[in-house]
Nanobody, 117 residues
Framework: QVQLMESGGGLVQPGGSLKLSCAASGSIVNISVAGWFRRTATHRRELVAHLVTSTNTTNYPDSVKGRFLITRDNDKNTVFLEMNNLKPEDTGFYFC??????????WGQGTQVTVSH
């Protein structure tokens, strides 16, 4: 069974950037969907990036549109979330998820992102 592990979180100043990684223990070639969620002070679980692999279509909420980018690298079995122009309200615990054939959803453990001076 594929497992996911996020990394790349940390403390960054407002306006800064971070790139989160979601490394899978096995191949992600056949996933149908990849996504990143976050838990913040105001949202129990908020979808911040969504990728439909069959069409390579991405979606973002208005709160992060233009600042966040979700990509995947099949050779590295990794899904990325690039975050730019970070704001204090982006502070939260970030999780990745992929949908494997079945369909079956797999979640990572999460990584903390803190945006502060």
């Amino acid at each position: 069974q594929v497992q996911l592990m996020e990394s790349g979180g940390g403390l960054v100043q407002p306006g800064g950037s971070l790139k989160l990684s979601c490394a899978a223990s096995g191949s992600i070639v056949n996933i149908s969907v990849a996504g990143w969620f976050r838990r913040t002070a105001t949202h129990r679980r908020e979808l911040v990036a969504h990728l439909v692999t069959s069409t390579n279509t991405t979606n973002y909420p208005d709160s992060v549109k233009g600042r966040f980018l979700i990509t995947r690298d099949n050779d590295k079995n990794t899904v990325f979330l690039e975050m730019n122009n970070l704001k204090p309200e982006d502070t939260g615990f970030y999780f990745c998820t992929v949908t494997m054939p079945g369909p079956r959803g797999v979640w990572g453990q999460g990584t903390q992102v803190t945006v502060s001076h």
